[in-house]
């Protein structure tokens, strides 16, 4: 995606998620993009992404992770059409997904009219998903990573790819860090 011009300064292409609670709902897509757009003072997204494959009750606050008790399945057909709305209107330039797995791609690329752009997921060297890149290759999406230094300061992550023996080595034999 290429950066956005604003007379003589250059910014980043920008994206953005619906978030399980309380966004991840058909009718509440387009509102949270509308109110994503405006907070960021922005026309349109370059990327928008459903953050993961379930809801949760929709109870008008923001909380994460959501209560295990409150965590629903995705209509997915529904959330993935007012996505595809979200594009074909020109508020977002590409529309994707995040942390779907091969079986939940294969689910949405069975209705899609716009197939999704992006599956950004955990990937580094200590978490390489080969078979999801692999499947997401010959469909056309292209698989973006989050955390490629792994998660440290996290309250769910490691310091385990920074960390790593092998990453080690081969950083101090090149008189390189680990990033």
Not at 59 to 78: A, I, Q, R, T
Not at 88 to 102: A, D, E, H, Q, R
Not at 154 to 160: F, K, Q, R, V, Y
Request: with cysteine.
């Amino acid at each position: 995606m290429p950066a956005l011009a604003l007379g003589t300064a250059t910014l980043p292409p920008v994206d953005s998620k619906i978030v399980v609670n309380p966004d991840a709902h058909a009718d509440h897509v387009l509102p949270a993009l509308q109110n994503t757009l405006k907070n960021l003072m922005l026309e349109y997204l370059d990327l928008y992404l459903v953050h993961m494959p379930v809801s949760s009750k929709h109870n008008g606050k923001f909380e994460y992770p959501p209560k295990k008790e409150d965590v629903l399945p995705m209509d997915m057909k529904s959330v993935w059409a007012a996505m595809e709305e979200c594009q074909s209107i020109g508020l977002t330039k590409s529309i994707g997904v995040s942390n779907f797995s091969c079986k939940k791609i294969a689910d949405v690329l069975a209705f899609v009219k716009i197939t999704p752009a992006v599956n950004q997921v955990e990937l580094n060297p200590l978490r390489q998903q080969k078979k999801l890149v692999e499947f997401c290759k010959p469909n056309g999406i292209l698989v973006v990573a989050f955390s490629p230094l792994g998660r440290a300061g996290t309250s769910w992550g490691s310091n385990n790819v920074m960390e790593s023996k092998v990453l080690n080595a081969f950083a101090n034999a090149k008189r390189k860090s680990v990033a």
